[in-house]
């Protein structure tokens, strides 16, 4: 397998990266990628935020697309780093190229090249109307921002040596679209010797403070039962593609979400989600959703590593319920 590759800097400042037979470069514009037989080109704010994802998510479930063209799909200690493999057009003239990668290498390389190409004051993180530009020449970086640790919490957020709540004091401010969010605490009034293991806490409030956008969040888990809860505005960056069933919630404002074929990308539905709307969006998907001011998103997420494959030797059906 190859490795990485320091293939030295360019002449607007950034490094090239060389992962298996891709190869990554920048230009003030654009993130261009290579491989034998094909390249591709996205504009670099969009090809940062995506990048965002698949590293903090550890390319997440199932599969990552940064656009039509280009991606990642898990499986779980390897990675599949592809091109046009979930393009119809591309499959249509047999021009598509993955290569499987082992993760944790992969992962590292990727990590190098969003903390080298993402410049002082580009947040890829933070909503559109919060951040400054991502075009340029090679100008300082973001470290901070990049190397945000997502929130996993080991049984909920704010038990005793689990993930804190969040606070003026912790650096993290209500939200500008958040600001009508009330910010009370429950009272918990626990029987003696289990205070440790009675907890509740103002969700709206929590996140009311996020300060990223499209990042879902481990909030509780109980065995492989996930609540991630995230805050949306403008556009999700990646076309996440399900390797298993996935739990909508709507907790406020609107989220419309486009949703298609996962393998073709043939358009199948469109949901509009209004504040209480549950959706199951079906383990054979590919979804991108766009929230036109910032919302509160609840996804459930179901952590068992059976599923995927039960899922693709159809042991279970793509979609959990029928109406
Ligand atoms: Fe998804």
């Avoid at 091109?83 to 390389?109: F, H, M, P, T």
């Avoid at 403070?209 to 995230?230: E, F, G, H, I, Q």
């Amino acid at each position: 397998m190859a490795t990485t590759n320091q293939v030295g800097v360019n002449q607007h400042g950034y490094r090239t990266f060389q992962i298996g037979h891709f190869s990554f470069s920048r230009d003030e514009y654009f993130a261009h990628i290579e491989w034998p037989g094909g390249s591709h080109l996205m504009p670099v704010d969009r090809f940062l935020k995506a990048l965002m994802r698949d590293v903090a998510w550890n390319f997440f479930y199932g599969i990552v697309n940064f656009d039509e063209i280009f991606g990642t799909t898990n499986h779980y200690g390897t990675v599949d780093i592809f091109a046009g493999l979930y393009n119809a057009g591309y499959r249509a003239q047999k021009k598509e190229y993955v290569e499987n990668l082992d993760s944790v290498k992969a992962r590292s390389i990727f990590e190098e090249m969003l903390d080298d190409w993402t410049v002082e004051g580009f947040d890829p993180f933070a909503a559109p109307a919060e951040t400054g530009s991502a075009f340029g020449p090679k100008k300082g970086n973001n470290t901070r921002a990049v190397k945000r640790a997502r929130v996993v919490a080991k049984r909920m957020a704010g038990m005793k040596g689990d993930t804190p709540l969040r606070n003026d004091q912790n650096g993290f401010p209500v939200n500008r679209q958040f600001q009508d969010v009330a910010q009370d605490e429950p009272e918990v009034h626990a029987e003696p010797g289990f205070e440790d293991e009675v907890h509740a806490f103002n969700f709206f409030g929590y996140l009311s403070r996020s300060d990223v956008t499209w990042n879902p969040s481990v909030c509780s888990a109980v065995k492989d039962s996930l609540v991630c809860p995230t805050t949306e505005e403008f556009a999700l960056p990646v076309i996440h593609g399900n390797d298993r069933v996935e739990w909508f919630i709507q907790l406020s404002d609107e989220i419309q979400w486009e949703i298609a074929d996962r393998d073709s990308g043939a358009p199948r539905a469109r949901a509009v989600m209004k504040p209480g709307d549950v959706a199951a969006m079906p383990a054979d998907i590919r979804h991108q959703g766009f929230s036109p001011k910032r919302s509160m998103l609840l996804v459930w997420e179901n952590a068992d590593p059976s599923l995927p494959e039960l899922y693709a030797r159809k042991k279970l059906k793509p979609n959990p319920v029928d109406f």
